[in-house]
């Protein structure tokens, strides 16, 4: 099953010169755990909740001052929308991370969560748990 359907394309984007705490705001008000990160040159990455407790609060850093762009990963997972879900859920648990960015070449498209492929693949299970069963009672 390709993650096509479940890619969030409405993101909210923060740039990288954005304060932790303007983000943390942001994510707060928004009711999200992350937000997609954009500089000169496109998307630089993602800011995440995570990033947020152990770069900042962890390190004990002044979240007014800091900049997200200091504390964000340096590198990001990026994929292509005709990813399977298995594969995504594999480069998740590979890079202990919850969220992956959608990338068509080097267009952003949007963004998919754990809980997007998670749900995903449930509803792809109970659709065959439903199949077979009607199969076998005939």
Do not use: W
């Not at 959608?102 to 267009?107: A, K, Q, V």
Request: proline content about 3%; glycine content about 6%.
């Amino acid at each position: 099953m390709q993650i096509t359907s479940e890619i969030v394309k409405d993101v909210v984007v923060i740039n990288e010169n954005t304060t932790a705490l303007d983000a943390a705001i942001l994510m707060t008000e928004k009711y999200i755990g992350s937000v997609v990160v954009k500089g000169d040159s496109g998307v630089r990455g993602l800011f995440t909740e995570r990033d947020l407790m152990m770069n900042v609060v962890g390190e004990r850093k002044d979240p007014a001052t800091v900049l997200v762009k200091d504390i964000m990963p340096p590198t990001f997972i990026k994929v292509g929308p005709d990813e399977t879900c298995t594969r995504c859920l594999e480069l998740m648990k590979e890079n202990r991370c919850r969220h992956l960015l959608i990338f068509e070449g080097d267009h952003f498209v949007g963004i998919v969560s754990l809980r997007d492929v998670v749900a995903a693949m449930m509803s792809e299970k109970e659709m065959l748990i439903d199949a077979l069963s009607r199969y076998i009672t005939g």
